[in-house]
């Protein structure tokens, strides 16, 4: 990593070819299905490629690529999880045989999702926004930072308020 870190090109092509046993590993180790091991293998490198110029050689290299790896793994792990709330998880066979009751579990699930859309209509400009950036588009603070301009600190707050405020609205609290 030492060279690559000095331009050697083919060094840092070695470096990144050699990596991906070791991400793969770590990846496992924390929990990462099989099928999301390339996420983390390709999160990885990229991360590995845009903080290249931190490692110290004086450091293992090893335990340096590490750390790196089982962050992106628990971003990863994070990310299904968030989906994993919002997914149905029922076998085919019930959607094809549903019963009359599914109807109505359609509407009342309707109702609310534009309830909900009102709730967050009414709310004030910067808990909207934070909203939209965290929850809906599921963006990182620092994504939603970087696209609003806004301080990750100023975003958490207008979350906070967001949220405590749409829970009020929504359970006829005052």
């Not at 060279?3 to 470096?15: F, I, K, M, T």
């Not at 999880?81 to 359609?106: F, I, K, Q, W, Y």
């Amino acid at each position: 990593m030492a060279a690559a870190q000095s331009g050697d090109r083919v060094a840092y092509e070695r470096v990144l070819g050699e990596s991906v046993g070791l991400i793969r590993a770590v990846a496992r180790r924390q929990g990462v299905p099989p099928d999301q091991l390339d996420d983390v293998v390709q999160e990885t490198l990229i991360t590995v490629h845009r903080v290249r110029h931190t490692y110290d050689s004086g450091r293992s290299f090893h335990a340096w690529l590490a750390a790196i790896a089982a962050r992106r793994a628990i971003d990863i792990l994070r990310q299904a999880g968030r989906r994993g709330r919002r997914e149905l998880h029922e076998p085919l066979a019930v959607e094809l045989h549903a019963d009359e009751g599914r109807a109505s579990d359609a509407a009342e699930h309707a109702e609310r999702a534009a309830a909900l859309r009102a709730a967050i209509a009414t709310l004030p400009p910067g808990q909207r926004e934070a909203v939209e950036q965290l929850g809906l588009h599921e963006r990182t603070l620092a994504e939603a930072s970087e696209l609003t301009g806004r301080s990750t600190g100023a975003l958490k707050v207008n979350l906070h308020r967001a949220l405590k405020a749409l829970r009020d609205r929504l359970h006829g609290e005052p």
